[in-house]
């Protein structure tokens, strides 16, 4: 099957590291990504990382694979107020020509 | 250069009537997506196109349909509208062609600002 798992909310003091969990069912998926949605927009894509890759680090942003527990998260260091947001985890269906979204995790940033 | 266009952005139906939303892709993506939001469900995915033809289409029932035009840019209706049928519909268009070709295998999305549909 393919279903794609994340926490709902996620609350951290403004200079701290944030972590958002994701968990996907599809093995055979080729990329994984994050996107973020602010207030009354669609959503724009953060990072991807392809699925024979462990690690991917972009500034503030460190995605981490593990393959074998089908679990990917989203490290976003010196979280700031403008990070408040909903981050989406996807993976892409190659077969399928779809990429399935996560029910999105809303970030707060508390100043 | 543009992004993806959806029009309109906010719109109010009636049960029972029908509504159409337009997609306006980035120039040259061929591949475009529909998605329905909402606070229950989140993301769920209606149906994907490129060169006028569906590849896919996800768990809806009939009342949703799509087209894509020679130009890219795509249409979904929604017929005998439904109150749960409220909604953010997003379009998403990219280069994506042929799986796991390079950067453009990888699906990268831009979506639209969505447009807004409220059955009443």
């Known amino acids: 099957g393919e279903d794609v798992e994340q926490s709902l909310f996620l609350s951290v003091r403004e200079g701290d590291s944030s972590v958002i969990n994701c968990t996907y069912t599809?093995?055979?998926?080729?990329?994984l990504y994050w996107y973020k949605q602010e207030p009354g927009a669609g959503l724009q894509l953060l990072t991807y990382?392809?699925?024979?890759?462990d690690m991917k680090q972009d500034q503030r942003l460190t995605v981490l694979l593990n393959k074998k527990d089908k679990h990917l998260s989203l490290r976003i260091a010196d979280t700031q107020t403008g990070d408040s947001a909903i981050y989406f985890c996807?993976?892409?269906?190659?077969?399928?020509?779809?990429?399935?979204f996560g029910a999105g995790t809303r970030l707060f940033v508390k100043a | 250069k543009a992004g993806v266009t959806q029009t309109p952005r906010y719109l109010i139906k009636t049960r029972g009537q029908q509504v159409t939303l337009s997609c306006s892709p980035i120039?040259?993506?061929?591949?475009v997506s529909w998605y329905q939001q909402t606070p229950g469900q989140g993301l769920q995915f209606l149906f994907e196109?490129?060169?006028?033809?569906?590849?896919n289409k996800g768990n809806f029932p009939g009342r949703f349909s799509g087209r894509q035009f020679s130009n890219s840019r795509s249409e979904m209706n929604v017929s005998t509208l439904e109150l749960g049928d409220s909604a953010l519909y997003l379009c998403?268009?990219?280069?994506?062609?042929?799986?796991?070709?390079?950067?453009?295998?990888?699906?990268?999305?831009?979506f639209g600002a969505g447009s807004r549909l409220t059955v009443l």
């Open positions: 998403a268009s990219s280069h994506y062609s042929v799986p796991g070709q390079g950067h453009s295998g990888a699906n990268v999305l831009t």
């Open positions: 599809d093995s055979s998926s080729t990329y």
């Open positions: 990382i392809f699925s024979n890759m």
């Open positions: 996807a993976e892409l269906n190659t077969g399928g020509f779809k990429t399935i």
């Open positions: 120039s040259g993506h061929r591949s």
């Open positions: 196109y490129f060169s006028e033809t569906q590849r």
